[in-house]
């Protein structure tokens, strides 16, 4: 840091009473050094970075900062105001403050410098000393490390003790701080659940900790300050986090997202753990590709997963979208809407079968996205962005050679392999700077389309027919097995990965339709509808058995189990899984196997009773799901009242809390 602050960066008698003012006179110093060009234009992006979130400390400190164009280097600027000045922190004004300068773009800079001066923050000899230091050149030493603080000196022995000078009081110890990451596939409830379980335990347990959801609708990336000043990260994720390389350098949990629902304190407790020994992640990029794709310790079975389900989760919108729209145009328009002309070509206002064209062509064109963007982002999991051209690539040579949804699976596999391979070799510097741009891109799509096209395409093409037609076929006690076990996929782990590989084989059956593949999809999503409606039904019919907290969440599971969330029963198996789990299972094998047995069909992959009118077979279907709620429904009542329940207490002697604390319970599910 000794280039980023001199004896002209520091102002020990800062004159200003705002926060702005502050950023104003340190700014102007860096002006006269020619760090800034352009005042007004950098004031204007450390005021938008501050009015994203505050950035003053606990302990007197603030720390503003921001990236901006108008910075040609990495800068830091120290002020004392005589005065302390409002920066947000929880604890009062600021008596120490930082402007931090990094060009645009420069993340790892603006990082560097913000995690190596949160660490010196924490150390109150070096806090001390800067509230001492009467020269700017001392100072500016202090601060990039060149110069030790000094210690505090002991306090001298006193024959006697007056009663008029009582001890000063203990300083508040400083807490423990961890920022998190939760992701699951879909994105859309384990990782929020898991966020907020995080922040619940953090409360209990008198830990700082801020949550990185990184869900369906994008994420909000953490304050660098915030990750800096932390003692230990978590991440609680299914699929790769994104932009890891932020979080390198700290004690890391690295667990499934399902983990940090069920035993959130223990995380937090393990982190800590690993932060009193000292164990530390390598920095982002010392790894190979394949070892930096999971957490320590994995196995190649546990990362292939994770490949597979970044890949799913990436694919999931364009099922949705895609789906629902050709599902509305068959609504509109009627089954024979597929035979329609190009609406590019042949649209009416006022006609409604023009609407439906349009809708069904629409989806149709996001549809066609499935297996391109399922093959491009399991390459992106394994190789991150280098594996995305490749992925692709391999995933429109699927489609193209009718291999489908297997060759999908099979080319981003094979594009992420690939990459994987490039990279570990030796290159000279000359060529690394055009690697990730024109020779990977190259060798990687050149390699995936031979072995697509020539090697590996055409068996997996003959795998997916002979599989289209099995479905096809199916019928009387064959549909009904395949049914029932379903069934038990999508509610064995309540929209974990089991859920997802039935999910995603039935999408995968939707990219070229027969009847047997709408009657699977039709038995997929009954049967995930399921365990939230059961469970919101058993805390209605029984609500003794369920204390405080699951009654509240069994109101919001009726609305999360008519529009096909699974999740929605996660809070009830968290609390009592071994009673919760085969209830749910039960349900839906019997929902599976009676959506099979009625022939009901579908043509949307998602949308719960909101798309009922899309159903073949409306009435039976509706019949299945109430069959299999009430099955888990009576099921689970039945089990919880075998453990002596009917006072609204927890399982087992668990107490229901009044506040809405869940009770900790074992990680089986």
């Known amino acids: 840091m000794s280039d980023m602050i001199t004896a002209d960066l520091v102002d020990l008698d800062l004159a200003a009473q705002t926060k702005e003012a502050a950023a104003r006179s ?26 994203q979130m505050p ?90 490390g060149d110069t030790a603080p000094p210690a505090a000196p002991e306090p001298a022995a006193t024959a006697t003790a007056t009663a008029e000078e009582p001890p000063p009081a203990p300083a508040a110890p400083v807490p423990f701080r961890v920022v998190a990451v939760t992701s699951c596939p879909t994105g859309i409830a384990h990782t929020y659940m898991a966020a907020e379980a995080l922040e619940q335990a953090g409360q209990a347990e008198g830990v700082e900790i801020v949550v990185e959801p990184q869900g369906s609708a994008g994420f909000t990336r953490l304050d660098p300050a915030v990750i800096a000043a932390a003692d230990g990260v978590i991440f609680a994720h299914d699929v790769p986090v994104r932009e890891k390389e932020r979080f390198a350098g700290k004690p890391t949990v690295d667990v499934g997202v399902k983990a940090g629902i069920n035993r959130p304190a223990e995380l937090l407790a ?41 890949g799913v989760s990436y694919m999931v919108p364009f099922v949705a979208a895609g789906g629902l729209l050709i599902a509305l145009g068959f609504a509109i328009g009627g089954y024979t809407i597929d035979k329609a002309p190009s609406v590019a070509e042949h649209f009416v206002w006022t006609d409604s079968t023009s609407w439906a064209a349009l809708l069904f062509q629409v989806g149709g064109l996001a549809f066609s996205f499935l297996v391109p963007v399922l093959a491009g982002y399991i390459a992106y999991g394994m190789a991150d962005r280098p594996g995305l051209v490749p992925g692709f690539v391999g995933g429109s040579i699927a ?71 099995w479905l096809s076929g199916l019928s009387g006690a064959n549909a009904v ?47 995930g509808m399921v365990p939230p409606l059961a469970m919101a039904l058993a805390t209605v019919v029984r609500g003794g058995l369920f204390n405080r907290t699951e009654r509240e969440n069994g109101k919001a599971a009726w609305v999360l189990g008519s529009s096909f969330i699974t999740e929605g029963a996660i809070p009830f198996a968290a609390a009592d899984p071994l009673r919760v789990i085969p209830s749910a299972m039960a349900g839906g094998a019997v929902t599976g196997a009676l959506s099979m047995l009625f022939e009901c069909t579908l043509r949307a992959p998602h949308g719960g009773i909101f798309v009922l009118p899309l159903i073949g077979n409306p009435v039976l279907y509706l019949i299945a799901i109430l069959a299999g709620t009430a099955v888990s429904a009576a099921l689970v009542i039945l089990l919880k009242g075998m453990g002596g329940r009917g006072d609204g207490k927890a399982v087992e002697g668990t107490p229901a809390t009044e506040s809405g604390t869940a009770p900790k319970v074992p990680a089986t599910v």
């Open 481 to 527: 097995i395949l049914g029932v076990v379903l069934g038990l996929m999508m509610c064995f782990d309540l929209g974990g990965p089991l859920n997802k590989v039935a999910y995603a084989f039935a999408v995968g059956g939707l990219a070229n339709p027969n009847d047997g593949s709408l009657k699977v999809m039709a038995a997929v999503m009954a049967a």
């Open 270 to 310: 393990e982190v800590r753990d690993k932060a009193a020994r000292g164990e530390t992640t390598a920095p982002a990029g010392t790894g190979s590709p394949v070892e930096e794709a999971g957490g320590p310790g994995e196995g190649y079975g546990t990362k292939l997963r994770k490949w597979l389900m970044s």
């Open 55 to 144: 950035t003053g400390l606990d302990g007197g400190i603030g720390i503003p900062h921001c990236r901006s164009e108008h910075v040609t280097e990495p800068t830091l600027a120290f002020g004392r105001p005589a005065d302390g000045i409002d920066f947000g922190a929880p604890d009062g004004p600021a008596d120490l403050i930082f402007l931090i300068a990094a060009p645009a773009g420069a993340d790892d800079a603006h990082l560097t410098i913000l995690s190596a001066l949160a660490r010196r923050l924490m150390d109150p000899d070096f806090t001390a000393a800067l509230r001492a230091a009467t020269d700017p050149a001392a100072t500016a030493s202090l601060i990039s």
């Open 26 to 51: 340190l700014a102007e110093r860096m002006v006269a050094l020619g760090r800034v060009t352009d005042l007004d234009g950098f004031l204007a992006d450390v005021a938008a970075r501050e009015a």
């Open 399 to 469: 489609l193209t050679i009718n291999a489908g949804f297997l060759g999908g699976l099979a080319a981003g596999l094979i594009a992420g392999g690939t990459v994987m391979a490039i990279q570990r070799v030796r290159v000279p510097a000359a060529l690394r700077g055009i690697m990730p741009v024109v020779v990977i891109p190259l060798i990687s799509s050149a390699v995936v389309g031979f072995l697509m096209f020539l090697v590996v395409g055409k068996p997996i093409a003959e795998l997916q027919k002979a599989l289209t037609d």
